[in-house]
Each structure stands twice: as structure tokens, then as C-alpha cells.
């Protein structure tokens, strides 16, 4: 069903939960890995104009380098085959063109699973990639199981979920309200 499953890194301990994912699913299918790390260049937009770009790109293709050497190393353990690229840009729209480009069935991507305030803020990698991506994305919850929890319930609060299947919202409303008031004065 697999033969080619892209799996981008940003060469976190977090990360390795989806890489793990991935390596797993390869070798159940017979598929090869592709790593890929992308070198945000939207990064060096903020940096001072007198900062050597050579050096920060330097620094950021040695971090690339380990990340995509570490993704070899977890696959090699189930003898899966891993290609092994660096890329430079915006990294939603760098994954999408790679697997697009190199035919890629499935993107296997790590998701912090941030809401509200901080996913405005910080934006979301893995959700540009779902939007945009021509092949299926498998997203993986990594990192902290506490803080993905209370980022749940932070959804849950400003979620009121789905209207009543009676098209009565507005009447439900109104005496949800009227019943709390009431409540609350006794």
C-alpha cells in the first residue's frame, strides 16, 4: 500500500515519536523513509544584518544533518531504507513539494496539538501541511501527555459542540441561560 513515506524532522526528542511511527509502518509495508529537514529561511529575516549568514547556515545544515542521521539510525534498527534530504524555505510548503515531487503515499508528521492563543501565535506546521498536501498526512501527537491534555480542555471550553439535531439551538440557549440565572439566585 507504502512505498514511500515522508517523515519531516526538526531533529527534536519529541519528534522521534513520529519517526518511530513511520519506521514502524515502513517496515510493516516494505517502504522506504523520507527524511527531510527544512531550513526555515524566514528565520533570517529577524536576525541583525550584520550576522554571518554563512554561519547560520552552516549551523542549521549540521542540525539538519543530525536529525536526518538520527532518523537513519532508529530506521536501521528494523533495516528500513532512508533517503535523506536537506531543504531551505518555508518548511509547510517545502514538505508538501517534496512529497509531491518525489511521489511520496503517506506524510507521517509530529503535531504539539496546540490551541488557541498559541497555535495563533506560533502557527501550525502540520496543519498547513494537511490542508495542502496531495497525498494522505498521518499526524502524531508528540510531546508532553499533561500539556496536550490541558490544551484539550482549553478546546473543549471554547467548543460548545454541535447544535441540537432539532434546529432548536436558539430556544436551547435561551433556556440553558434562564436556568443558570435561576440557579445561581437560589
Request: glycine residues 8%.
Amino acid at each position: 500500500m507504502f512505498e514511500r513515506i515522508l517523515v519531516p524532522t526538526d531533529g527534536s526528542d519529541e519528534v522521534e515519536q513520529a519517526i518511530s511511527y513511520a519506521v514502524d509502518l515502513a517496515a510493516d509495508q516494505g517502504a522506504t523513509v523520507h527524511a527531510v529537514y527544512v531550513i526555515n529561511t524566514a528565520t533570517y529575516g529577524s536576525l541583525p544584518m550584520e550576522t554571518s549568514w554563512e554561519g547560520i547556515t552552516d549551523m542549521f545544515r549540521d542540525e539538519g544533518n543530525r536529525a536526518i542521521t538520527r532518523v537513519e539510525e532508529l530506521a536501521a534498527e528494523s533495516e528500513v531504507p532512508v533517503t535523506g534530504a536537506l531543504l531551505e524555505g518555508t518548511p509547510s510548503r517545502e514538505i508538501v513539494r517534496y512529497a509531491d515531487e518525489n511521489d511520496c503515499d503517506l506524510v507521517v508528521i509530529g503535531t504539539h496539538g496546540r490551541g488557541g492563543l498559541n497555535r495563533l501565535l506560533l502557527g501550525s506546521v502540520a496543519e498547513r501541511v494537511v490542508r495542502a498536501s496531495p497525498v494522505p498526512v498521518l499526524t502524531i501527537q508528540v510531546g508532553d501527555e499533561e500539556q496536550a491534555l490541558e490544551e484539550l480542555e482549553s478546546l473543549e471550553e471554547e467548543d460548545p459542540g454541535p447544535p441540537p439535531e432539532d434546529g432548536n439551538a436558539d430556544e436551547r440557549s435561551a433556556e440553558r441561560e434562564s436556568s443558570s440565572t435561576t440557579d445561581e439566585g437560589d
